[in-house]
């Protein structure tokens, strides 16, 4: 199967990174190449854009997509957390925008044996980064019961987990839980069934949760947002797309942040804390995907873009 993913809001992102022909930009979940793609057809032969992603699948896809561009365009397999050493190594002190849309791509949720769907029966993995050592399976195995209910409360913001997390430990003391299909059976045997009937599946946020914690998503977002605003040259904007509260979250509070780091009590007649802007939030509240784009592309319901101009 090809990497297929239809990029989410695409000319809202666009328009919200104000793309100089000159300019330098940077994809750091380039994916499937979508936005990249876009980015690259808006810049002259002197702009640049390097495209970061860990996913050896979405390399290949992108190197392939982008090939048209020749050495307008550089491809990293790494994270989007090392950015600041990704541009240190390409010589590239600033940069004119930066892009990460937070979603898993269609690829890896369609691909079974990636195991990112409760959908299918697969091997537990969720790796987006199938170097490191931790796995879904391993999450589920090795976690403590305690640690679990943390994990399935916290990522999954789901009201039974700790009857979930019960239900998972019992049942590997059997045996190991080594499959999506087992662990869906598992979680669907955790949650009443009057829930279960009133509508989604009820794996959906248990999945969502083992994921974030086995690819660290939250807390890579959270160490890197701030340094990603200190990359922009005055004027840059880094535009995000995320695709659950606790991401939304996370880019809202830091960009209000950043706009406003002022710590001084609010009777304080004069600033006195030393602390300055960073730039101003674009979007007061987050850019969402038109009907008509719902429409085609389910996967975008929950979309939400925010967009931070550096001064």
Not at 30 to 45: D, F, I, K, M, W
Request: overall charge neutral.
């Amino acid at each position: 199967m090809g990497f297929q993913h239809v990029s989410v809001l695409l000319e809202e992102v666009m328009e919200g990174l104000q793309i100089k022909p000159d300019g330098i930009y940077v994809d750091g979940t380039l994916g499937g190449a979508g936005h990249a793609s876009a980015v690259c057809s808006r810049l002259g032969t002197s702009g640049r854009l390097i495209g970061i992603d860990q996913d050896a699948d979405a390399i290949a896809a992108a190197t392939e997509r982008l090939s048209s561009y020749g050495n307008m365009v550089r491809i990293i397999r790494s994270n989007y957390s090392d950015m600041v050493s990704v541009l240190r190594q390409e010589k590239i002190a600033y940069v004119d925008g930066i892009l990460l849309d937070l979603g898993v791509s269609s690829f890896q949720l369609d691909t079974s044996e990636r195991g990112f769907s409760y959908r299918m029966d697969a091997p537990l993995d969720m790796r987006m980064d199938d170097r490191q050592e931790l796995t879904a399976e391993k999450v589920v195995n090795e976690y403590t019961e305690m640690e679990l209910f943390h994990v399935i409360r916290r990522y999954g913001e789901d009201k039974f987990a700790k009857n979930i997390a019960r239900h998972i430990v019992a049942e590997r003391e059997k045996e190991p839980i080594r499959s999506t299909g087992k662990l869906t059976e598992v979680i669907s045997r955790a949650i009443p069934m009057k829930i279960k009937k009133q509508g989604g599946h009820p794996a959906k946020r248990t999945f969502q949760a083992i994921r974030i914690e086995v690819n660290r998503e939250l807390e890579v977002l959270e160490q890197t947002l701030n340094d990603m605003i200190d990359l922009l040259n005055p004027g840059g904007r880094l535009c995000i797309i995320t695709f659950h509260s606790l991401e939304d979250r996370i880019v809202k509070n830091t960009f209000r942040n950043a706009e406003n780091p002022c710590t001084c009590p609010p009777d304080f007649p004069v600033c006195v804390c030393g602390n300055l802007s960073r730039g101003r939030v674009i979007t007061r509240k987050p850019v969402l995907p038109t009907e008509r784009e719902k429409e085609e592309n389910p996967r975008s319901k929950s979309a939400k873009l925010r967009i931070f101009e550096h001064c």
